[in-house]
């Protein structure tokens, strides 16, 4: 759940009008890098040679990921000290592209999370999570498609990832690109994620559904 998620689109916007306000949309921050195959050779090729050491950490999740993307959603999502920039998730067998979006402390209301899996027979079958008010601390979010109408307080948009400072311990590679602000706000928030982390997961009211059938967040 939730970067910036990250990483893909730009925010577009002048750093002139960053300054006058301190605040932008997440309208335009959806990112889709889901690579093919190939592209995924690609991408482990370059990790060997160290081609895309200058824009591209590994993720601040330091678990193998299965690959498989799932749902997040939540109705408005408020959080303290975000940071994302473009990381690497390590599958078995393959690398992920992801935008990481990292928040010091959040805050999510009517979360809801699903993963939809195939299986044999029966059909597809989903694994649904919901709660509310959810909470995390040091949330570490790994995306590729983020929806939702945000305001950022003071974000610096271009900044070197190795110098981000909102969220201890999650910072990136020495000269890739990357933005933080002291906060965020995002309502009707729809995320696509590969992982996600937190140092703690607060979940009142939890409710765990597995159901037949595509019953997906949204």
């Not at 078995?92 to 959040?106: C, F, K, T």
């Not at 400072?165 to 002291?182: C, I």
Request: charged share 15%.
């Amino acid at each position: 759940m939730l970067t910036t998620e990250p990483t893909g689109s730009r925010p577009a916007m002048s750093q002139a009008a960053v300054a006058a306000s301190g605040r932008t949309s997440w309208k335009r921050l959806a990112l889709v890098m889901v690579p093919t195959v190939a592209a995924a050779g690609a991408v482990v090729a370059s990790l060997a040679t160290g081609a895309l050491a200058a824009s591209f950490g590994v993720s601040a999740n330091s678990f193998t990921v299965a690959g498989e993307s799932f749902q997040i959603s939540s109705s408005l999502l408020e959080g303290d000290g975000f940071v994302q920039f473009g990381v690497l998730d390590r599958g078995r067998d393959a690398v992920y592209p992801e935008a990481l979006s990292a928040i010091r402390r959040a805050t999510l209301h009517d979360l809801c999370q699903s993963v939809v899996q195939p299986v044999p027979v029966i059909g597809p079958v989903t694994l649904r999570l919901t709660a509310d008010p959810a909470s995390a601390d040091r949330l570490v979010a790994d995306a590729h498609d983020i929806k939702g109408d945000a305001v950022f307080e003071n974000i610096h948009i271009g900044q070197d990832a190795s110098t981000v400072d909102q969220v201890p311990g999650v910072r990136g590679p020495a000269g890739a690109f990357a933005q933080q602000a002291t906060s965020v706000r995002v309502r009707d928030l729809r995320q696509t994620n590969r992982s996600v982390s937190a140092a703690t997961f607060r979940l009142p009211d939890l409710h765990v559904q597995v159901l037949r059938g595509d019953h997906s967040c949204f």
